[in-house]
């Protein structure tokens, strides 16, 4: 039986649901355990639990960013298997997201409150990314997967040494970013000049800046 194509309204509504469900830190489910799933937490001092809860709140807000950039890209996107491409995407996103949550919640800590309006920029670019074409919106996820890879590879640098659950969450989000950068440009991405890249990442720095904080 052939499936029923949303409607422009539709796809509003399931878009501003995906919208509350993901700032709302609730309605979300992970669809894989989280790699911090039975290993021991370990003691933190006052001043290492504040820094690991602020990495952890840019990661998590990073994954609010990706569920906007890929839901705003999927409903512009021309061909089905690009559309199923960020979909699919898109739920493993999910997981960091609830992962993220779980681990701000044992340090005592909670999301960015600014979570809102990062979700609508990056809907707006992934919309706009892919009205353009479905090439620069695929190269756009690449460029984007590049610049977290480097966030996570850094905050790993920074974890305590002790920090295990942690770092097994920022592990296996590395590993499916990678993954989803490479998928991207094997699937027609465009290849972004070091202009655009540069710019990308002066927005990353913002994010990150304001969202360790907040």
Request: net charge negative; aromatic share 4%.
């Amino acid at each position: 039986m052939r499936e029923r194509q949303l409607s422009f309204v539709d796809q509003l509504i399931v878009e501003a649901d995906a919208l509350l469900r993901t700032v709302s830190s609730s309605g979300n489910r992970a669809e894989r355990p989280s790699p911090a799933q039975g290993h021991q937490d370990t003691a933190l001092s006052d001043a290492q639990r504040r820094h690991v809860a602020g990495l952890m709140r840019v990661n998590h807000t990073g994954e609010v960013c990706a569920q906007a950039l890929y839901q705003g890209q999927a409903m512009t996107a021309r061909l089905e298997e690009v559309r199923e491409e960020m979909q699919h995407a898109a739920r493993e996103e999910v997981d960091h997201l609830v992962w993220c949550e779980e681990r701000l919640r044992e340090l005592n800590s909670q999301p960015s409150y600014l979570n809102p309006a990062w979700y609508g920029l990056s809907f707006a670019m992934g919309a706009i990314a892919g009205a353009v074409s479905d090439s620069v919106s695929l190269g756009f996820v690449a460029a984007t997967e590049e610049r977290v890879c480097s966030h996570l590879r850094d905050h790993l640098e920074q974890l305590p040494d002790d920090d295990r659950k942690s770092r097994l969450i920022l592990q296996q989000m590395l590993e499916d970013e990678q993954r989803h950068g490479d998928n991207a440009l094997a699937a027609g991405g465009t290849r972004f000049p070091r202009p655009v890249k540069d710019a990308m990442s002066a927005l990353a720095t913002l994010m990150t800046h304001t969202s360790y904080r907040i």
